[in-house]
């Protein structure tokens, strides 16, 4: 069974969230093969920011051509096979504070 961990901190008001600027890492236990995106949320839907892939750790620089992702909503989508090519899937919104 594959699960997925990020270093998170936890927001009071919006849950997980990280620090702009910093590095998002996201492990998956028993993956084989693992892609990910980070989007924006922006009023006429969301805007894809990244994608990274890894075996079974990603990690997700949060910073732009000129500073740091700006504060607000994001979403990380993740998917991952195991040896078995079972698939896993996952999307979690946090917050860039």
Request: hydrophobic share 35%; glycine share 8%.
């Amino acid at each position: 069974m594959m699960k997925y961990s990020a270093n998170w901190h936890r927001n009071k008001n919006y849950g997980n969230a990280i620090k702009s600027g910093d590095t998002l890492r996201v492990k998956i236990d028993n993956a084989v093969v693992c892609t990910g995106q980070i989007k924006k949320k922006v009023w006429y839907g969301w805007k894809l920011l990244q994608i990274a892939q890894g075996k079974s750790t990603m990690k997700f620089i949060l910073k732009k051509k000129k500073g740091n992702y700006d504060t607000g909503h994001y979403l990380l989508f993740v998917w991952a096979s195991d040896k078995k090519h079972k698939g896993f899937k996952v999307k979690d919104v946090f917050y860039v504070d």
